[in-house]
Structures are given as C-alpha cells and as structure tokens.
C-alpha cells in the first residue's frame, strides 16, 4: 500500500533557488527515505532517516522528519538543472519493505 | 544503478502471452523486490524475497509470478491473468544486515502489451 503522500505533486524552480518539497503517512515507521528517479531510469537513493532522528544533511540536501506530524520535507539548495527529476519519500517498518509515495516532479530552469 | 541489470530495456507482448522479465544483481544482497510504476505514480510492491527459496507476495501480487532459485537472480513472469500489464516494472535489491533497508534499483524493463 501507498503510505506516503508527496506535496506538491510537481514544483518549477530557477536555478540556484531552493526546492522543498514535503511528505506524510499514516501509520508509524521505522525510518523515511527519499529517492530520486530521472526520467525512464531506475531510482536512486539519496538519504535515510530514522524515526529517532530529527534532521539529516547530505551535501545539498536537508531532510527533517516529524513524527508527531508524520510528515518529513526535503530540500534541495541551490539547485542545479541536474537537480531535475522526480523525488519520492518511501517509508520503513520492521518488515523490510517500503511504501513509497507518488513523488514530486521537479523542474529546474537555466 | 549501481550493480543491478535488468533485461530486456523494452519488450512488447501481445495480449494473452506470458512473459518473463529477467533480474540480476552482484551485490550479495539477500533481498530483492519487484515494483510496478504506473505513470505520475509511485511504485506498487508486487513480490519480494528475502533469502533464496522464499518469497512473498506484496500489495499486488495477481496475475505475476517469481522464482528465486540462485541469490544473484530473481526473475518476475507476467501472466496472461494480469489484464493490465503495460507498465514500468523495476527491481531492487537490499542488503539485510544490519538496520538500514535502502534499496538499490536497477534501470527498469518497460513492458507494453500490444
């Protein structure tokens, strides 16, 4: 089942703005991750988060998870035309899989 | 896509044919996952493996069929049950020890039925 929901369903940006973009789901986890998937390809992952952790950083990406709100939100500064892709949370539980949700697309402009 | 190779990139099928979308990897993971992506959608679990000979159905798992005979392999058959099979179909792979369950994907096989 679907879990996660992403907000905006897609996001156009200028290059060198900042893109966020934001995550919830419904039931209680073990960790949230994001992943990146141009287009046609296959996904990549780009951070983890456990469910005791409050903020990660990885090089220009900030993720903060709220368990009380369930919700995490992603932001990626400075964005560069390479940044254009979609992005999706997927969240863990104690069975391995992931639930992942309908991804946010974004767009950077030169 | 790190060390996953799925085959082919593209396959027509005609209605009422079976077929078989190979997976690979030579990470050493123990567990593997087929998803299924629609498009503007997110990915839909349809069987996964944890250890070699085992396997388990996920969210939708009707008219698709697995094996897991060898580690490094983890084939996925779509049946002629499956009645709306056009899709992206896109598998990954995991590490299981250790608590850190990030997947790593292949390319993904794009499946049209004519």
């Known amino acids: 089942s679907q879990q996660g929901e992403e907000d905006p369903q897609a996001l156009s940006i200028q290059e060198g703005e900042n893109a966020t973009m934001n995550c919830s789901y419904k039931?209680?986890?073990?960790?949230l991750q994001w992943y990146r998937q141009n287009s046609g390809r296959g996904l990549v992952h780009l951070i983890l988060?456990?469910?005791?952790?409050r903020e990660k950083h990885s090089g220009r990406l900030r993720v903060t998870l709220d368990t009380s709100k369930k919700s995490s939100s992603l932001l990626i500064t400075a964005s560069r035309a390479a940044d254009t892709a979609s992005y999706f949370c997927a969240t863990g539980s104690n069975d391995y899989k992931l639930s992942f949700g309908a991804g946010t697309t974004v767009t950077v402009r030169a | 896509d790190g060390g996953i190779t799925q085959s082919p990139k593209y396959l027509f099928r005609k209605e009422g044919q079976n077929v078989t979308l190979s997976c690979e990897q030579n990470l050493n993971h123990d567990a593997m996952y087929w998803y299924r992506q629609d498009p503007g959608q997110g990915l839909r679990l349809i069987y996964y493996s944890q250890i070699v000979n085992d396997f388990q159905k996920g969210d939708i798992a009707e008219g698709y069929s697995v094996s897991r005979e060898k580690k490094e392999s983890f084939p996925l058959t779509v049946t002629s049950a499956q009645k709306n099979p056009t899709a992206f179909y896109l598998c990954a792979s995991r590490r299981t020890s250790g608590d850190n369950n990030e997947q790593f994907f292949g390319p993904g096989t794009r499946l049209t039925v004519l």
């Open positions: 988060i456990r469910s005791n952790e």
């Open positions: 039931t209680s986890i073990n960790n």
